[in-house]
T-cell receptor, first 113, second 115 residues
Framework: AQKITQTQPGMFVQEKEAVTLDCTYD???????LFWYKQPSSGEMIFLIY??????QNATEGRYSLNFQKARKSANLVISASQLGDSAMYFC??????????FGTGTSLTVIP | DTEVTQTPKHLVMGMTNKKSLKCEQH?????MYWYKQKAKKPPELMFV???????INESVPSRFSPECPNSSLLNLHLHALQPEDSALYLC??????????????FGPGTRLTVT
């Protein structure tokens, strides 16, 4: 089974609007971490936000927030007030106990002026 | 400082060449990773080093040979590559933690073309 599932291959959002990128995960571990990365066309993977499995509050970092629903095993990324520079691939990832990270297939976000 | 550096940024090599990719971090991270990434696909894990020892090898062909000379450096030696090995090669590092957390920081990558 896939550890991380991203069901939206491509998304469009109007500039200044909010957008939600979906991510569901599969693990039997009690302790795990969830991450979102942004990859512009330049290729660098940029760390955006982290949510720990024991964190009771949703993580926020500036315009990024993570909507963590543990019972549903979902960790959706919300980008508020979209900007043209937000156009990129977005990957959801999970780390269980250990050093291996599991990545989803990614969502390509395009911000329309 | 959350910087991971990689050299070279671009590399074109023939199938008989030997070349090396280099990666460096100074964040004190004791886990370092090599990934291969094709366009529009997620990164594929190749190798993981923990405390400078190879801990994960994802059945990578022997034409890729990793090396971790010290806690800050990671190399990937390339020999007799095939055209299908053309890809973006990403290096990353993270903290070693017993449980959750410890995000990976990635370098800018090396775009490799095998001719």
């Amino acid at each position: 089974a896939q550890k991380i599932t991203q069901t939206q291959p491509g998304m469009f959002v109007q500039e200044k609007e909010a957008v939600t990128l979906d991510c569901t995960y599969d693990t039997s571990d009690q302790s795990y971490g969830l991450f979102w990365y942004k990859q512009p066309s330049s290729g660098e993977m940029i760390f955006l936000i982290y949510q720990g499995s024991y964190d009771e509050q949703n993580a926020t970092e500036g315009r990024y927030s993570l909507n963590f629903q543990k019972a549903r095993k979902s960790a959706n990324l919300v980008i508020s007030a979209s900007q043209l520079g937000d156009s990129a691939m977005y990957f959801c990832a999970m780390r269980e106990t250990g050093n291996q990270f599991y990545f989803g297939t990614g969502t390509s976000l395009t911000v329309i002026p | 400082d959350t910087e991971v550096t990689q050299t070279p940024k671009h590399l074109v090599m023939g199938m008989t060449n030997k070349k090396s990719l280099k990666c460096e971090q100074h964040m004190g991270h004791r886990a370092m990773y090599w990934y291969k990434q094709k366009a529009k696909k997620p990164p594929e894990l190749m190798f993981v080093y923990s405390y400078e020892k190879l801990s994960i090898n994802e059945s990578v062909p022997s034409r890729f040979s990793p090396e971790c000379p010290n806690s800050s450096l990671l190399n990937l030696h390339l020999h007799a590559l095939q055209p299908e090995d053309s890809a973006l090669y990403l290096c990353a590092s993270s903290q070693l933690l017993p449980g959750q957390g410890g995000e990976q920081y990635f370098g800018p990558g090396t775009r490799l073309t095998v001719t």
